[in-house]
């Protein structure tokens, strides 16, 4: 609980900090949200820049926390990890121990791309790709069943992707 305070306590910093971002800045992370790889030089006359002072202000914006990272989005279905899978997690004791005992373990899970603490039914979900059913109910006997702490473990396999984006509003 510790972390997920932390991160709180740097995304509300960052939300205040988006108040002090102009036109240009606004105009930079959504380039590179829709491409990271493109050069400096690309970035700079896209947002009418020139390519020194767009990179300061990219190197601003990253130091601000505004950029995380800069990465290749691949393709799950070419990598062998087409199926998507949701899973609520319900814990059998909420203690700050068995949070942070499952939180560490499930960092190790194959193929898991996100787990998220949520309010409701469940104590966190978490997001993971496989290759298919055969190897999703192998995972989940091998690893799943193993976590720490667990009380329940529901899953859902997603049908139809209608909407996976990593851009956001800026």
């Known amino acids: 609980m510790v972390t997920t305070k932390r991160r709180t306590q740097s995304a509300a910093a ?3 900090l988006k108040d002090t971002l102009d036109r240009t800045d606004r105009a930079i992370l959504r380039a590179l949200q829709r491409d990271a790889s493109v050069s400096n030089v690309a970035l700079a006359a896209k947002v009418n820049l020139s390519a020194p002072a767009c990179l300061r ?3 601003r914006l990253k130091a601000m926390g505004m950029i995380r990272g800069i990465v290749a989005l691949l393709e799950p ?3 062998d990890a087409g ?3 949701m899973i609520g997690v319900v814990l059998d004791r909420s203690t700050p121990e068995s949070f942070a005992d499952f939180e560490k373990a499930v960092q190790k899970v194959s193929g898991c791309l996100e787990c998220h603490v949520v309010t ?3 104590d966190y979900f978490m997001m993971l790709r496989t290759r298919d059913h055969e190897s999703f109910n ?3 006997a091998e690893q ?3 976590l720490p702490g667990v ?3 529901r899953s859902f396999m997603v049908l139809k992707e209608v909407l996976s984006t990593t851009q956001l509003t800026v």
């Open 151 to 153: 009380r329940q473990v």
């Open 120 to 122: 409701g039914e469940f």
């Open 57 to 59: 202000r990219v190197e």
């Open 77 to 79: 279905r070419a990598l």
């Open 138 to 140: 192998r995972l989940h």
């Open 144 to 146: 799943l069943l193993y």
């Open 83 to 85: 199926m998507l899978v």
């Open 14 to 16: 960052a939300a205040s």
